[in-house]
Structures are given as structure tokens and as C-alpha cells.
């Protein structure tokens, strides 16, 4: 099979389209022929050489991808060859075949065509385990999204007003506020010209935030605590703003405050198998409902992976950028 390689750290340049052993499914797993993959903010860190895959993982880049399973491995049960499925990964997205535990499996939803469904399985997975499963995000709440225009910000949105929450985001510059409203967000913060710890408080007569999801990390650590309110949960999920940062643990008490910082790609198998199945009993009927939908800016061919990751590194994109195989490719323009 082909996929893409990391020669050696650096650059998009450093991703070269090449040939490599096919995967063959070990117990427990089944070999998807890989539709499309997604490209994630972690995938930019392994490229640069920050962020290895975890022990036993596949190589290649991509931790979530959609396609068809065209083998099973011992000890499957419950999947057939030819399933249609999508699939959070620990690595290998980036493939034309990828060997994924099989509890890591979900169907492609009903009214999601296959390629699109890359697009779901590493965000969903990330916003329930954190907003819901870690931080408990009740109807009535208000929670707080950084990066609202993100793959991440905007699955956020829409599974927070789904459970009746209010939705506070920053995003960057009026035009991808607009399109966060779109998607739900009753409080629009543009980072660049408003302060989100001013702008919290004065939406919520000066209560704060009863959740925080951020993916900024370091620099935002102090604000974070003051926008929290009491009994305020913050759970970090990216360090794009630094990694040490300085905590007043004072003012995290005198909120009675939770702080959680939390990673997917090297979670135990159990955890991400009880993650997928919390997600395909809560997410799924919401997704098929059409309640929630994936957010696409573009599809780019696989062997174009490094484009995809300057469009991603520049900024401008709102959603998920989706790489499409080459075999695919073609029999969509056939």
C-alpha cells in the first residue's frame, strides 16, 4: 500500500506520499481500506517530530479515518467485511489501510455519506470524554469553547446546545464568529479584540463560565481560572499557547474549581473502547437525527497531506480539513 511517510522532522515537505508494508490485523483488530482521513493540530506536532506515535501504534500520521473493512482479525465479532465504518486511531490515517481495535469502531451514521465520517470520530470522541465525561456539562450551564472555528470549537458547540447548554466561543475576527452563531453560539468573543474574561463575565451578570474547553494551555491558564465560575470545571486539551504556565491555586479554591488536562492518542484500550461506545450510544442518534452534523472546510487528496497542513497551520480554515485517497478519489470523478 502507499502512505504518507515522515522522512524526518520539519516541514510540511517532510510528509512523502511513498510505499510501505501493508498492516495485517493483529487479535481483537480488523483492516479498514482507509476513504478518507482527517487532519488534527497532534498530527502537525508528529510531523515536527513532538509528538511520537504511542508503543505499537502504526507509524504514519492520522488518528481518525473512514472506509470499509476489508479483513477481520482473530476474536472479531460483531463487524463483517465490507462495513462501512469510521475509526478513532492511535496512528495511520494517513494509509490506504489501517489495522484499528475493533472497539474503536463506529458505523458511519445514517445520513453522513463515508468520506465526510472522517471527519467525526477524534473530535466527537474528544468533546464528550472532556465536556461530558470529565467535566459533566449540564443543561442551563454555560460553557466556554477556545478555538470555537476548530474541528474541535465546532463539534463543541453543537453538542453543548444540544444538551441545552449555553455556548460562549472565541474565535478569531467577525466572519468565523458569524458562522459559530450559525452553529449555535449565543456568546461571541473575538480573542484578537475582546478579552474572554471581561466579555464572560458580562454575559453571565458576572457569574463566569461553568465550563472552560481549552486548547490553548499555558497562556491562558490564569484567565481561565478567573472566567471559571464556582464550582467551575476547566479541562485542557492542547498546549498551542505554551506548556508551563503559572497556577494560583489560591484562586482555583476560593472557586472550589477543577482543572483536568487530558490526552486521547495514548489512553489504555479499555478507556478509548468505553469512550467509542459512550459516544455511539449519545452522539450517534444526534448525528442521525441531523441535531449535530460535521463541519468540512475542504477535501484534499492524501498525497497533497502537506498542503492540507499549511491550511491548517495558517489558520483561515473553519471545521475539518478531510484527505480523500487516491483511489477514491477517482471513482468519485468517474
Known amino acids: 500500500m502507499k502512505a504518507i511517510t515522515i522522512t524526518e522532522p520539519g516541514g510540511p515537505d517532510a510528509l512523502v506520499w511513498a510505499e510501505v508494508p501493508d498492516p495485517v490485523p493483529g487479535e481483537g483488530e480488523v483492516l479498514v481500506e482507509v476513504v478518507a482521513s482527517a487532519v488534527n493540530r497532534a498530527d502537525l506536532l508528529q510531523r515536527q517530530g513532538f509528538y511520537d506515535p504511542p508503543p505499537g501504534a502504526s507509524p504514519y500520521p492520522g488518528l481518525e479515518c473512514a472506509g470499509r473493512i476489508a479483513a477481520l482479525g482473530p476474536g472479531v465479532l460483531g463487524w463483517a467485511v465490507g462495513d462501512e465504518v469510521c475509526a478513532l486511531l492511535a496512528g495511520g490515517g494517513y494509509a490506504e489501510k489501517v489495522a484499528v ?64 447548554a449555553r455556548v460562549a466561543v472565541t474565535a478569531g475576527g467577525p466572519e468565523k464568529l458569524a458562522r459559530c452563531a450559525e452553529l449555535g453560539a449565543d456568546i461571541l468573543i473575538d480573542y484578537r479584540e475582546q478579552d474572554f474574561v471581561e466579555e464572560i463575565f458580562r454575559a453571565t451578570d458576572g457569574a463566569g463560565a461553568d465550563v472552560i474547553l481549552d486548547i490553548v494551555g499555558a497562556k491562558y491558564l ?21 506548556a508551563k504556565g503559572e497556577l494560583n491555586l489560591g484562586a482555583l479554591l476560593a472557586k472550589r474549581g477543577a482543572l483536568t488536562a487530558t490526552s486521547l492518542r495514548a489512553r489504555p484500550l479499555v478507556e478509548k473502547t468505553a469512550i467509542v461506545a459512550a459516544v455511539r450510544e449519545h452522539v450517534w442518534p444526534l448525528l442521525e437525527a441531523g441535531r449535530v452534523r460535521p463541519i468540512v472546510d475542504r477535501t484534499l487528496p492524501l498525497p497533497e497531506a502537506a498542503e492540507a497542513h499549511r491550511a491548517l497551520e495558517a489558520g483561515a480554515h473553519f471545521g475539518k480539513l478531510l484527505l480523500l485517497t487516491p483511489t477514491e478519489g477517482r471513482a468519485a470523478a468517474e
Open 101 to 164: 481495535p475493533a472497539g474503536q469502531l463506529l458505523p458511519v451514521p445514517k445520513g453522513v455519506d463515508l468520506a465526510t465520517a472522517a471527519a467525526l470520530p477524534e473530535v466527537v470522541c474528544t468533546v464528550w470524554s472532556n465536556v461530558f465525561m470529565v467535566s459533566h456539562l449540564r443543561p442551563g450551564e454555560t460553557v466556554l469553547i477556545h478555538g470555537g472555528a476548530s474541528g474541535i470549537g465546532t463539534m463543541a458547540i453543537q453538542l453543548a446546545k444540544a444538551v441545552g
Open 222 to 242: 490564569e484567565r481561565n481560572v478567573k472566567a471559571l465560575a464556582v464550582n467551575g470545571r476547566i479541562a485542557v486539551i492542547g498546549l498551542q499557547g505554551g
